[in-house]
């Protein structure tokens, strides 16, 4: 096992947290705005995270397993130690992505909305 400092691991899962928050405040979240907006239905921050809670603690999960593997990787490969913080931001965000898309369910509430609205609007 290699002796990592308990700081790296701290730095590393706060990296993983921090890509995480970007997919949502970046990505995610302007995206279900424009979505909710084009079904005519408010934003509710709040619901959507009682939406999504699954697929955000299950991204948190996936930083955590990167932390619980990541003295084997170095053990295989020394050199990535200078690149961790980097590359839990990249696990933190892609992981979120991903993992948004296969569990979210926020999305596909808002896209039966616009499914029923447009099925009403054509029958008229």
């Given at each position: 096992m ?6 790296l691991y701290?730095?590393c ?16 979240i302007p995206?279900?705005?424009k979505?909710a ?12 995270l009682?939406?999504?809670?699954a ?33 839990f931001?990249?696990?933190?965000y892609?992981?979120s ?10 999305q596909?509430?808002?896209?039966k909305?616009?499914?029923?609205k447009?099925?009403?609007a054509?029958?008229?």
């Amino acid at each position: 096992m290699t002796d990592l400092k308990l700081e790296l691991y701290a730095w590393c899962f706060l990296a993983g947290v921090l890509g995480i928050a970007f997919h949502l405040v970046a990505i995610k979240i302007p995206a279900m705005k424009k979505r909710a907006k084009v079904a005519n239905e408010p934003f509710d921050f709040r619901k959507y995270l009682k939406d999504d809670i699954a697929a955000i603690l299950t991204s948190v999960l996936t930083v955590l397993i990167a932390l619980i593997v990541l003295d084997e990787a170095l053990s295989i490969k020394p050199a990535i130690q200078p690149y961790l913080k980097a590359a839990f931001v990249f696990v933190g965000y892609t992981g979120s992505s991903i993992l948004i898309a296969l569990l979210g369910t926020a999305q596909n509430k808002i896209d039966k909305i616009v499914d029923t609205k447009t099925d009403i609007a054509d029958k008229k």
